[in-house]
């Protein structure tokens, strides 16, 4: 396979992208279907709007991060992108699980390797469970959340591996196809946290189809294909190495900047295009590709432990006062469904809460004022000498976030409630996050397409999202919340855990705690040199089959 174009591809950098080209048509546009067949060479250029910050696949899920360890790792099941169904990947078949959900046993492949020749073994199986099961506090590496009640794992012989876990784990199957647990070999599962962070990315070493092969710290990461890349999931119809020589992932943080390269055909896909931009790529040559997330929706998780917001009253209000409909025809497009309720609609567990998130302005001014809040001398309500003035944190990888709480600020100052905007870059985000007098309302989401999504976002020992775990002193604001969403991890049933999630819903809705604003996808815009281009089961790129067409 010829490599002559990864050198000059590879070239792409930051200050390159940098040129724009104006006069881009409108319109609207969808992902072309693919032209031809499939050619073998070149590297493509993608753009990204965050640089990663840490490769150990339990922590992953930040979208940069997730770019990457999807083409660099393989996982023991697959799921089916289209179908959500799980399926053989390096596990030769799906798990025999006993009748609680606590063991799981696989049976694996004996011909696959990681890009540093070493073998994937069932000892190096067991050794990656172990590790994004139980975590290790010393190395400052963090329990997968997309795991629960982790045991232990055991090598039962050269090819089999058994899971064993201390109470039922309904979720274990769909967790281990995930990038969570992504397989790598053992000397990177033997790196502390640092080890998996920038400057170390060559480090990590995975069985995938694509491997590190260079980084430039905060701007560029190079993949490479590998030539004897030959154990991909048996029902994708692509076999054996990729197409593409390789990958150049470039971090091109303004929108502007991101939709002109592409646009301008200096580079080849982008992702994270902002719903005004795309109209451009309706142009000849151009399309727009929008992969749903299939987890919990883009929208605010109210702190209900902070005095401002214990009042059910309030919360009630703050819902009732939001135009969610406005936002999204003003802010976005028919990429951007409105939600209607905690999940999406293509989730697993899914339960339409709308009837709750009804706009009523004259009903949350009534509800604020039976709640004793009263004008201050300049407009803000004010009760016992406290000003309802909240703080929202700005969701850098959501789309829009920033004009989003511009416009709730605008539509609740009307009622006298006080928005401000927590701005800073991703670290002071990421360190504000469980501050609730820094940040009362949480703007976020989370894909996962599995039950257990709902509780990766709101249960106590996992986001936290709401802060119903207290970090002072470790008590829980509403422990029937938590035990719905445990319920949803640990009942072995699927009717159980579907009975569980839409009862956690509903608590949600009821409580006043959410407010779900759209179902959030993963926006890419492409040249039509990309060819076979799609995404894993919620949103993350896989270049495995794609191929240029040039």
């Known amino acids: 396979?010829?490599?002559?174009?990864?050198?000059?591809?590879?070239?792409?950098?930051?200050?390159?992208?940098?040129?724009?080209?104006?006069?881009?048509?409108?319109?609207?546009?969808?992902?072309?279907?693919?032209?031809?067949?499939?050619?073998?060479?070149?590297?493509?250029?993608?753009?990204?709007?965050?640089?990663?910050?840490?490769?150990?696949?339990?922590?992953?899920?930040?979208?940069?991060?997730?770019?990457?360890?999807?083409?660099?790792?393989?996982?023991?099941?697959?799921?089916?992108?289209?179908?959500?169904?799980?399926?053989?990947?390096?596990?030769?078949?799906?798990?025999?699980?006993?009748?609680?959900?606590?063991?799981?046993?696989?049976?694996?492949?004996?011909?696959?390797?990681?890009?540093?020749?070493?073998?994937?073994?069932?000892?190096?199986?067991?050794?990656?469970?172990?590790?994004?099961?139980?975590?290790?506090?010393?190395?400052?590496?963090?329990?997968?959340?997309?795991?629960?009640?982790?045991?232990?794992?055991?090598?039962?012989?050269?090819?089999?591996?058994?899971?064993?876990?201390?109470?039922?784990?309904?979720?274990?199957?769909?967790?281990?196809?995930?990038?969570?647990?992504?397989?790598?070999?053992?000397?990177?599962?033997?790196?502390?946290?640092?080890?998996?962070?920038?400057?170390?990315?060559?480090?990590?070493?995975?069985?995938?189809?694509?491997?590190?092969?260079?980084?430039?710290?905060?701007?560029?990461?190079?993949?490479?294909?590998?030539?004897?890349?030959?154990?991909?999931?048996?029902?994708?119809?692509?076999?054996?190495?990729?197409?593409?020589?390789?990958?150049?992932?470039?971090?091109?943080?303004?929108?502007?900047?991101?939709?002109?390269?592409?646009?301008?055909?200096?580079?080849?896909?982008?992702?994270?295009?902002?719903a005004p931009d795309e109209p451009q790529f309706a142009a000849d040559g151009l399309s727009i590709f929008a992969a749903s997330t299939n987890g919990v929706n883009n929208g605010l998780s109210f702190r209900f432990r902070h005095p401002l917001l214990n009042d059910i009253k309030v919360r009630e209000a703050i819902i009732a006062g939001i135009d969610r409909e406005t936002i999204v025809s003003t802010l976005f497009t028919d990429s951007y469904p409105l939600a209607t309720g905690a999940l999406a609609k293509t989730a697993l567990g899914y339960t339409d809460t709308s009837e709750f998130y009804t706009y009523d302005p004259k009903l949350a001014a009534k509800l604020l004022d039976e709640a004793g809040w009263k004008a201050g001398s300049d407009g803000i309500l004010e009760k016992d000498g406290k000003r309802l003035s909240l703080t929202f944190n700005e969701a850098l990888p959501q789309p829009r976030s920033k004009e989003v709480v511009t416009l709730i600020q605008e539509q609740l100052g009307k009622l006298g409630i006080e928005v401000k905007l927590y701005g800073g870059d991703q670290a002071a985000q990421d360190a504000a996050r469980l501050e609730i007098d820094t940040i009362q309302v949480y703007h976020s989401m989370v894909g996962r397409a599995d039950y257990d999504v709902l509780k990766s976002q709101y249960f106590s020992a996992n986001r936290n999202t709401l802060l119903n775990l207290d970090p002072a002193d470790n008590s829980i604001g509403d422990q029937e919340l938590d035990t719905l969403l445990s319920d949803v991890a640990s009942k072995p049933s699927a009717e159980d855990r579907a009975t569980a999630s839409a009862a956690a819903q509903q608590r949600l809705a009821e409580q006043a705690y959410i407010l779900p604003i759209f179902e959030e996808p993963q926006v890419f815009g492409l040249t039509d040199a990309v060819q076979g281009f799609h995404t894993e089961s919620v949103g993350r790129p896989s270049f495995y089959s794609t191929w240029l067409n040039r």
């Open 1 to 274: 396979m010829s490599r002559n174009r990864r050198a000059a591809l590879a070239a792409l950098s930051l200050a390159a992208t940098t040129a724009l080209l104006a006069g881009c048509a409108s319109g609207a546009s969808d992902s072309a279907a693919p032209v031809g067949e499939p050619t073998a060479g070149g590297t493509l250029s993608y753009l990204e709007p965050q640089t990663w910050n840490t490769l150990y696949p339990p922590a992953a899920g930040f979208y940069p991060n997730g770019g990457i360890v999807n083409n660099i790792t393989d996982r023991l099941l697959y799921q089916n992108p289209e179908t959500l169904e799980l399926e053989p990947w390096i596990a030769t078949a799906l798990p025999e699980v006993n009748a609680d959900a606590t063991e799981y046993t696989f049976t694996l492949r004996d011909d696959v390797t990681y890009s540093d020749g070493t073998p994937l073994t069932a000892e190096n199986v067991v050794k990656n469970l172990d590790l994004f099961g139980a975590g290790d506090p010393d190395r400052a590496l963090t329990v997968s959340e997309a795991i629960n009640n982790y045991d232990h794992g055991e090598v039962v012989d050269e090819h089999t591996v058994k899971f064993v876990f201390s109470a039922p784990s309904p979720g274990f199957a769909q967790a281990v196809s995930t990038i969570n647990s992504g397989l790598v070999s053992d000397a990177t599962l033997d790196l502390n946290a640092e080890g998996f962070g920038p400057g170390n990315a060559t480090q990590i070493i995975g069985s995938g189809p694509f491997v590190i092969a260079d980084e430039k710290i905060g701007t560029e990461i190079d993949l490479e294909a590998r030539d004897d890349y030959d154990w991909a999931p048996p029902s994708v119809e692509h076999q054996g190495s990729p197409f593409l020589d390789g990958i150049t992932i470039v971090v091109a943080s303004e929108s502007s900047v991101r939709v002109g390269t592409v646009v301008s055909k200096q580079a080849d896909i982008a992702r994270q295009i902002e």
